[in-house]
């Protein structure tokens, strides 16, 4: 069975890669959050829309990346390199689509759900640069499925700094108009973020290049477009799509249903919602080594040591969780002054801190054990429990925000909700399920 040591050898890289990247959306947050209420609820209603989009390549790239993962484990590495090929063919023609129906028709997309013209305005201004990022953001998650498969995983690290220090960068200059830069507010942020991943696209292949053995994994061979292996990815692959993209696009609209409580509602849930992302990040370093173990470890004959692998996961970041809940639970003030300079503000962001303090300690059990189901290649049964778990979230998100009103933080109990029923049922499908059986 994997050790601690393993266990950490592979999360800590991907926890400070999540870091860095997540410091992009700390970095626009925080910047926009001193230009004003408008552009700080916009970004995140623009920013939502863009990651909606995004899940859907990232879906793929979770399929692509237990392939990957379950060849490494299997020591075929010349069948790792052509899932690779072909997921850039693919989502590079994924991210042209996309990147047209949002340009021809973000704003009426945006405008049904938006109330507020102000909101709507900024909203559009901002999409209109962010979805060129579509082209790089789609290729980076195949890169990042790689590294991760074939358990490589401190690049991910190095990666995101680079990312994150010309976001910084951007966003200083171009939101405020500093170093004689024009003053651009929200679309400086949009400009920023889509240079930043540029960088990164250059990053990988240069690094790929230089320190990859390409002919092993068979990297060095730029093949034509195989329909036959595409169809095999997306039969793992489909799920995951679909799965993350109705998972974000259910908090897509959690954000639609506040922004028609009040613009200071939305300005609350956009601050609280990237303190979130942030408390997510080791969650979410800790789910993916889970996949990727639990996938390798089926490949190496291993299926009786998935169970164990998945447990022990389980407990580290039940501990790690539980003490980043108690220090934001002691300090939320302080955790919030990061965002905002506004004392309201500021106070009534609070009690949505305590929510979410809550959501992430159920979330630390539940995403890992989840992840362990995506990890066998069952992917088709963690596409139902999610949409099982996501009809009572949606049902819990229209009563309490949408038919109810209610403050912020009583909104936020959906991630309560959510998160305990996918732990329970996650953990029951586990224990029940013939899941040791799919072949892929």
């Known amino acids: 069975m994997y050790t601690n040591k393993q266990i950490w050898n592979v999360s800590y890289p991907i926890f400070l890669s999540l870091l860095a990247q997540n410091i992009i959306n700390i970095t626009n947050t925080a910047f926009l959050g001193r230009v004003g209420e408008v552009e700080l609820g916009a970004s995140a209603l623009g920013g939502l829309y863009y990651i909606c989009a995004f899940t ?230 800790l789910s993916t080594t889970t996949n990727s173990f639990v996938s390798n470890a089926i490949g190496a004959g291993k299926i009786n040591e998935v169970l164990p692998t998945i447990r022990k996961i389980a407990k580290i970041s039940f501990l790690i969780m539980s003490f980043c809940a108690i220090a934001i639970t002691l300090f939320p003030q302080l955790v919030l002054s990061v965002y905002t300079n506004d004392p309201s503000l500021l106070a009534d962001s609070v009690p949505s801190i305590y929510v979410i303090a809550i959501a992430i300690i159920l979330s630390s059990v539940g995403s890992i054990f989840f992840s362990g189901i995506s990890g066998t290649g069952n992917t088709r049964s963690a596409f139902i429990l999610e949409l099982l778990t996501l009809s009572i979230y949606c049902t819990h998100l229209y009563i309490f925000a949408i038919h109810m009103k209610q403050p912020v933080e009583i909104c936020f109990t959906t991630e309560i909700v959510y998160f305990g029923i996918l732990l329970i049922t996650s953990a029951l499908y586990l224990k029940y399920a013939d899941w040791q059986k799919k072949k892929i």
Request: aromatic residues 16%; positive net charge.
């Open 56 to 285: 859907i390549a990232f879906g793929f790239s979770i399929g692509s990346q237990i392939v990957i993962a379950r060849r490494n484990g299997e020591g075929n590495y010349q069948a790792v390199g052509p899932v690779m090929i072909q997921g850039i063919f693919f989502l590079l023609i994924l991210a042209a689509f996309i990147f047209s129906i949002s340009r021809l028709y973000g704003h009426q997309i945006m405008g049904l759900m938006i109330s507020s013209d102000a909101i709507l305005h900024k909203t559009v201004e901002y999409l209109d640069i962010r979805v060129f990022g579509f082209f790089f953001s789609f290729v980076n998650v195949m890169f990042r499925s790689l590294f991760v498969g074939i358990t490589r995983t401190k690049v991910l690290t190095l990666n995101a700094i680079v990312m994150a220090i010309t976001n910084i960068i951007l966003d200083y200059l171009l939101i405020f108009g500093n170093a004689g830069l024009p003053e651009m507010g929200i679309q400086g942020a949009a400009i920023a973020s889509v240079a930043a991943e540029a960088v990164s696209i250059l990053f990988f292949v240069l690094y790929t290049y230089f320190t990859v053995d390409r002919r092993k994994y068979a990297l060095n061979k730029i093949r034509s477009f195989s329909f036959k292996l595409l169809r095999h990815v997306l039969g793992i692959s489909i799920f995951t799509m679909f799965q993350y993209f109705i998972s974000m696009s259910t908090f897509f609209l959690f954000f639609i249903a506040v922004e028609h409580i009040g613009q200071r509602e939305l300005a609350i849930a956009n601050i609280v919602r990237s303190v979130y992302i942030v408390l997510f990040i080791p969650i979410n370093a």
